[in-house]
């Protein structure tokens, strides 16, 4: 009797562990579509599509589409932020790092199809979902808080001027380049991201590291 339990509980931890791989197939899947179309414009026939699951076969895993769009935000946002992020921890020097996280901004723009999740979301959830709107203010909140971070160790390592705002440096890097992603979308060419990146390493030269 104990061994036919021991069976059944194992065979149910595989179960589960089957059940969330595919939870986690959908949302990988689904994050470029609800990037490149929106909420709205994500159809339950597109998530069927490119899933290849019956609406039940995709809501056995989730309680709502708005669910699944935030969670998708999440997987689109960490792959985006994962990119930009990348060789960042070998950089040794604060605004070395700065200048770096805005070079890899522009050069892996395209992780996730249909462009920055951060941007994208912000601009459809603005007057939608507000579980979609509060995903998008924690993943800004998240870039804005390593950016600051990265400020303030730079001060206590005298690589960075003493008294600049942290935040304010946050806000312009953020604000700059997602207005340029923007731009470079609606002209089809990647000038006003070259613009961005070649101020913002201005700005962080002149105005953010301490002067020898």
């Not at 339950?44 to 056995?60: H, Q, V």
């Not at 708005?66 to 946002?77: C, I, K, V």
């Not at 700065?98 to 912000?122: E, I, M, S, W």
Request: a positive charge.
């Amino acid at each position: 009797m104990q061994e036919a339990t021991n069976r059944s509980q194992a065979g149910g931890a595989g179960d589960m562990g089957k059940g969330e791989q595919t939870r986690q197939e959908i949302i990988r899947k689904a994050a470029p579509i609800f990037n490149q179309r929106g909420y709205e414009g994500a159809s339950l026939s597109d998530l069927m599509k490119a899933t290849g699951l019956k609406k039940g076969g995709i809501y056995r895993h989730f309680s709502s589409k708005e669910q699944l769009a935030a969670e998708a935000f999440d997987f689109a946002w960490q792959e985006a932020w994962s990119a930009r992020t990348r060789g960042l921890e070998s950089v040794t020097n604060s605004v070395d790092r700065l200048q770096q996280l805005v070079v890899n901004f522009v050069k892996r723009r395209g992780v996730v199809p249909g462009g920055c999740p951060l941007l994208n979301t912000a601009v459809d959830s603005d007057d939608g979902s507000f579980v979609l709107r509060q995903r998008v203010r924690k993943a800004f909140a998240g870039w804005s808080n390593q950016v600051m971070t990265t400020i303030r160790t730079g001060i206590r390592k005298r690589e960075v001027r003493p008294g600049i705002d942290a935040r304010k440096v946050a806000t312009v890097m953020i604000a700059t380049l997602e207005g340029a992603i923007m731009l470079s979308r609606l002209e089809k060419t990647d000038h006003a991201l070259r613009a961005a990146q070649e101020y913002l390493d201005a700005y962080l030269e002149k105005e953010v590291r301490l002067q020898r």
